[in-house]
T-cell receptor, first 110, second 113 residues
Framework: GEDVEQSLFLSVREGDSSVINCTYT??????LYWYKQEPGAGLQLLTY?????DMKQDQRLTVLLNKKDKHLSLRIADTQTGDSAIYFC??????????FGSGTKLNVKP | DVKVTQSSRYLVKRTGEKVFLECVQD?????MFWYRQDPGLGLRLIYF???????EKGDIPEGYSVSREKKERFSLILESASTNQTSMYLC????????????FGPGTRLTVL
């Protein structure tokens, strides 16, 4: 399958911005997604971006897409302890086929 | 809100047992999915179904089968459980539409002894 890569861990202080990065390989991907997984729970969709966009903002979340470099990032402004979770990026490359990254565990220190 | 429920949060089975994991969604979604989640590997697609009685293999179907007799229910079957199938299993559903994403259940943590 295609590789979607993320770093495994990120640690920030409360109030700082967090930036979680992701690289993907399939240039034909139509949509790219960010999901959040809290302990013991399933994945919850945070936001998505269509492949012809380069930026999307939704309250504290900013998604940047660099299609040339196949790089996706999620910025969380004013990070709170409640943002501690695992964040997955995913690409949809086919009608029902999604590739997920391995997840980045965000630890927010008070 | 879309609700995807899974029959068990935790399950412990013995090697060789037949295991059924059940998933139900209440939003009339056409598409349903089974993934397994392992640390450092992310989510890997086992099977998906795009209609009643229709199924397609995902990336890691070996050792698994699925059943979709009703639109709202998608079952994952481990014919003869093995220790390497110890994992977190996530079910998801999705409406057929270009922008629609998947909605996930809470997961079933299966341990095979």
């Amino acid at each position: 399958g295609e590789d979607v890569e993320q770093s495994l861990f990120l640690s920030v202080r409360e109030g700082d911005s967090s930036v979680i990065n992701c690289t993907y390989t399939d240039s034909s991907s139509t949509y790219l997604y960010w999901y959040k997984q809290e302990p013991g729970a399933g994945l919850q969709l945070l936001t998505y971006i269509f492949s012809n966009m380069d930026m999307k903002q939704d309250q504290r979340l900013t998604v940047l897409l660099n299609k040339k470099d196949k790089h996706l990032s999620l910025r969380i402004a004013d990070t709170q302890t409640g943002d501690s979770a695992i964040y997955f990026c995913a690409e949809r490359y086919n009608f029902n086929k999604f590739y997920f990254g391995s997840g980045t565990k965000l630890n927010v220190k008070p | 809100d879309v609700k995807v429920t899974q029959s068990s949060r935790y399950l412990v089975k013995r090697t060789g047992e037949k295991v059924f994991l059940e998933c139900v969604q209440d939003m009339d979604h056409e598409n349903m999915f089974w993934y397994r989640q392992d640390p450092g590997l992310g989510l890997r697609l086992i099977y998906f179904s795009y209609d009643v009685k229709m199924k397609e293999k995902g990336d890691i179907p070996e050792g698994y089968s699925v059943s979709r007799e009703k639109k709202e229910r998608f079952s994952l079957i481990l014919e003869s459980a093995s220790t390497n199938q110890t994992s977190m299993y996530l079910c998801a559903s999705r409406r057929t539409g270009s922008t629609d994403t998947q909605y996930f259940g809470p997961g079933t943590r299966l341990t095979v002894l």
